[in-house]
């Protein structure tokens, strides 16, 4: 049975997850059983308390089977969802070492995001320093003299003052709205049906792309292991409907087994899912016609990851350029609001 409860709290084996994978796919490819390789493993890794680990051993020795033990440590869904197909399509080995291979990625690439913005954000938190201190100490400065001289600011002066003094209300209010945009699309996003979250996600033009690129990987992905497995697209389907950890997955087979019904091709039916990229039918289609589905949905599931993969590390080149861009006008902004006002008064002596 597919485990119904997935914890969603942090991982209990920490950095060490990728390890624990990949040490436990090495242990079943040498022979062990499952039951020694945990027993053995659990030992090894000081971050798990002795209650979690008592609570994996009682799991596995009643026939357990890894994804019990995946979800005991609290891995992430993904991972579980993985493993628990594998169990039923027979490559766990190899999945283990693809979803040590997809946490280590996934790491890497939140390194390079926070790498790429730390130092745009250090400089973005001093420049919003210098602003609130040129508010509060040059400007009214600068005003008190206009006052005194009897003359009134003017011209881009005024435009380059004006704008600075809101700035930071722009910037808070930027980031309010911001804010609520992202947890009300979360919040709202659990609420609907899956139906209407896919075709809300598919409408967002930032989104589309990667959720897009993420739904067409795991779904030939998991079919096509399955079908390399010798398992029949029926019972695959069944499989995918009677699971309660990925929803989503479940709303893409009951879809897919309607089009089958009304006597559809597989290629034809994954052109009915509009959240799965429609150049996984023409791969589909090629299998077909030469008995490789399996082989080819399992080559556009990685040909998807690396176009993901490629993505991300894009828009992450890009980042850094962008903020120091903003940030250098807007210093300059700063630059020109103490200088001109200097220059004006000057040619008014």
Same mark, same amino acid.
């Given at each position: ?54 609570? !994996? =051993?009682?799991? +596995? ?7 019990? *033990? $995946? @979800? #005991?440590?609290?891995?992430? /869904? ?99 709205? !911001? =804010?609520?945009? +992202? ?7 659990? *609420? $609907? @049906? #899956?139906?209407?979250?896919? /075709? ?150």
């Amino acid at each position: 049975m597919f485990m119904k409860n997935i914890r969603n709290n942090s991982n209990k084996l920490k950095k060490y997850d990728v390890h624990f994978l990949e040490n436990l796919a090495d242990l079943l490819d040498s022979g062990f059983t499952l039951t020694k390789s945990i027993e053995f493993l659990l030992e090894q890794y000081d971050v798990i308390d002795k209650k979690t680990k008592e609570e !994996c =051993l009682t799991v +596995i020795h009643d026939a357990g089977k890894i994804s019990d *033990v $995946l @979800t #005991i440590l609290n891995f992430e /869904r993904t991972v579980i969802m993985q493993v628990t197909f594998s169990e039923h399509h027979g490559e766990v080995s190899k999945v283990l070492r693809e979803a040590a291979q997809f946490l280590f990625t996934k790491r890497t690439m939140v390194e390079r995001v926070v790498k790429a913005i730390q130092y745009p954000v250090i400089l973005s938190v001093i420049f919003i320093g210098m602003l609130i201190i040129l508010n509060f100490t040059v400007i009214p400065q600068f005003k008190m003299l206009y006052e005194s001289m009897g003359s009134e600011v003017s011209g881009a002066v005024l435009v380059l003052t004006t704008f600075i003094e809101m700035l930071p209300s722009i910037i808070l209010i930027s980031l309010i709205i !911001c =804010l609520f945009l +992202i947890i009300n699309l979360f919040f709202f996003t659990r *609420v $609907l @049906t #899956i139906e209407r979250k896919n /075709r809300l996600l598919m409408s967002i033009p930032v989104i589309k792309s990667v959720y897009m690129k993420i739904q067409t990987y795991k779904l030939s992905r998991e079919f096509g292991y399955f079908i390399l497995n010798g398992m029949e697209v029926k019972a695959i389907i069944e499989l995918l409907k009677s699971q309660t950890i990925d929803n989503q997955m479940k709303y893409e087979s009951e879809m897919l087994e309607t089009q089958l019904l009304r006597g559809e091709t597989l290629s034809q039916a994954f052109l009915s899912l509009f959240m799965i990229d429609k150049k996984l039918s023409v791969f589909v289609s090629h299998g077909e016609q030469n008995s490789t589905v399996g082989k080819e949905l399992i080559t556009f599931s990685e040909y998807v990851l690396g176009r993901l993969l490629m993505d991300i590390e894009f828009v992450t080149k890009r980042i850094q350029p962008v903020i120091f861009a903003v940030l250098g006008g807007l210093i300059t902004c700063l630059y020109l609001v103490i200088v001109l006002p200097i220059f004006q008064m000057m040619s008014q002596i």
